[in-house]
């Protein structure tokens, strides 16, 4: 390979009719807005990645906020710090706007627009790429199914026993509350 770019190389350079300059200096700008636009989209699929990846996160946390009895106000606060924090530590040109966060019953949803600042790119004019990241989760808990075993083998024979009886009926009123 090397001696084809070799032998290629030397029969350009002894070209002496302009046709091969003319092509080459017309050739450099598309290759490079096409090469630019190539690294740059590549950056923004990493930053996405970034940025969905840290929507999800401080959506858990605001069902977990959700689980503590928080506000609808506390909830969507927390959505907005966590997710801002966590961008905070973003290296690069990544921008976010502050999520709009939604609350209907035990739904919990947010959705930001941010925007990468282009390299390459901004010589065909393109200053920056604008991408949406959405993120969902629902909170709830449904029917849970709950079995005991107890141990009423000869060892529990005595205080042991009347003492299981009276965890179990502790254990029945935590977890059915009237």
Same mark, same amino acid.
Request: neutral net charge.
């Given at each position: @390979?090397?001696?084809?770019?070799?032998?290629?190389?030397?029969?350009?350079?002894?070209?002496?009719?302009?046709?091969?300059?003319?092509?080459?200096?017309?050739?450099?700008?598309?290759?490079?807005?096409?090469?630019?636009?190539?690294?740059?989209?590549? @950056?923004?699929?990493?930053?996405?990645?970034?940025?969905?990846?840290?929507?999800?996160?401080?959506?858990?946390?605001?069902?977990?906020? @959700?689980?503590?009895?928080?506000?609808?106000?506390?909830?969507?606060?927390?959505?907005?710090?966590?997710?801002?924090?966590?961008?905070?530590?973003?290296?690069?040109?990544?921008?976010?706007?502050?999520?709009?966060?939604?609350?209907?019953?035990?739904?919990?949803?947010?959705?930001?627009?941010?925007?990468?600042?282009?390299?390459?790119?901004?010589?065909?004019?393109?200053?920056?790429?604008?991408?949406? %990241?959405?993120?969902?989760?629902?909170?709830?808990?449904?029917?849970?199914?709950?079995?005991?075993?107890?141990? %009423?083998?000869?060892?529990?024979?005595?205080?042991? @026993?009347?003492?299981?009886?009276?965890?179990?009926?502790?254990?029945?009123?935590?977890?059915?509350?009237?």
């Amino acid at each position: @390979m090397l001696n084809w770019v070799n032998r290629v190389s030397s029969k350009l350079a002894k070209v002496q009719n302009g046709h091969v300059s003319v092509i080459l200096a017309l050739s450099i700008f598309p290759i490079a807005v096409v090469a630019g636009f190539g690294i740059d989209f590549s @950056m923004v699929a990493t930053k996405k990645n970034k940025a969905q990846y840290t929507l999800d996160s401080a959506i858990i946390s605001g069902s977990r906020a @959700m689980q503590t009895n928080a506000s609808v106000d506390e909830v969507k606060l927390n959505v907005r710090k966590y997710f801002q924090a966590a961008l905070s530590t973003n290296e690069g040109l990544l921008e976010c706007d502050d999520p709009t966060v939604s609350i209907e019953g035990q739904n919990l949803s947010a959705t930001t627009i941010c925007s990468q600042a282009t390299t390459l790119s901004s010589i065909a004019g393109v200053d920056q790429l604008r991408f949406r %990241v959405s993120s969902a989760s629902t909170y709830g808990i449904g029917k849970v199914d709950v079995s005991f075993v107890f141990d %009423v083998s000869g060892s529990m024979i005595g205080s042991r @026993m009347s003492a299981l009886k009276d965890a179990a009926v502790v254990a029945v009123d935590e977890l059915l509350p009237d």
